[in-house]
């Protein structure tokens, strides 16, 4: 039987590092319900970040094909190495995720057989201090996974999720790449130590294109941060400042595709963001 987490800890005198955002999920019935999300079979590949004390990963190694898994604390590489020795198709990397590519780096550890499958699943217990920038840096990614399976704090995931009337740049940002859904809400008592804050399991369908194809995806968020740059000012405002486009032609380009000048970024749709971002692209360019 496996060891538990806090055996673990004692064993081996691990102390949890703030510095890297460390809570390690203690409850057994979370990891299933990771793993359950994440829909694996032998013919998958998942890349994992943060392996951790190697928990989440025996449960993903029992059922993927491969499992490529990357810690950056270098205190729990040798243990993590010792304990999938016999495992030849587990891959522990010491690294930092958002340092890699990860289709590069699942290239250089992949068999030829599973090198040619280009289909990859990410499943992640990130740190809170590294959610916006490593979900960015997996959907940016070419190719992006297909799906994603991560534990984040609670009230970001709900922001991730959010409708139009309640958007935010990071929920525009997820929302561009894949369809985000919240699968279980999981309370701080589950982690050592114990976090101020409860967490969630989201997963995210990525999407086979991003959900705006009418501009690139670098000019998409060049102007949709700059509809969120002022909080609680109009788009008309917003837009004008963020762009050094004059408020003018800002209008005119809200007028014209449609939408009242007036309302503020955190109302409108990708569908909305889609036409209006061609015709302030031309308006930048000008």
Not at 56 to 65: I, K, M, S, V, Y
Not at 91 to 103: K, Q, T
Not at 120 to 130: D, E, F, G, H
Request: aromatic residues 6%.
């Amino acid at each position: 039987m496996a060891e538990s987490v806090m055996e673990v800890v004692r064993r081996y005198q691990i102390d949890p590092k703030k510095s890297l955002g460390q809570n390690f999920l203690i409850d057994a019935s979370h990891l299933d319900r990771i793993v359950a999300a994440a829909e694996l079979d032998r013919d998958d590949v998942v890349l994992e970040i943060g392996s951790g004390l190697g928990t989440l990963t025996r449960r993903l190694a029992a059922q993927a094909g491969q499992v490529v898994t990357v810690e950056l604390d270098d205190r729990l590489i040798e243990l993590l190495r010792a304990d999938f020795a016999g495992q030849p198709h587990v891959h522990i990397v010491h690294n930092d995720i958002l340092a890699i590519d990860p289709p590069a780096l699942l290239a250089e550890f992949l068999p030829p057989a599973f090198a040619k499958n280009a289909g990859y699943k990410v499943v992640a217990n990130l740190p809170y201090y590294i959610t916006s920038l490593a979900l960015r840096h997996i959907l940016e990614a070419s190719p992006p996974p297909t799906l994603a399976v991560v534990m984040v704090q609670k009230e970001v995931a709900e922001r991730i999720c959010a409708k139009p009337g309640d958007l935010s740049l990071l929920a525009i940002s997820v929302q561009f790449y894949a369809n985000p859904r919240i699968i279980q809400r999981v309370s701080a008592g589950a982690f050592y130590p114990t976090p101020k804050v409860d967490s969630a399991i989201l997963r995210l369908d990525v999407l086979p294109q991003p959900a705006v194809t009418t501009v690139a995806p670098r000019e998409f968020f060049t102007i949709v941060r700059a509809g969120f740059g002022q909080k609680r000012k109009q788009l008309a405002n917003s837009l004008s400042a963020g762009l050094a486009v004059s408020k003018v032609v800002v209008q005119e380009a809200l007028t014209d595709v449609g939408i009242d000048p007036k309302r503020r970024a955190e109302t409108l749709t990708l569908a909305e963001w889609g036409v209006l971002c061609p015709q302030l692209e031309q308006a930048r360019t000008r």
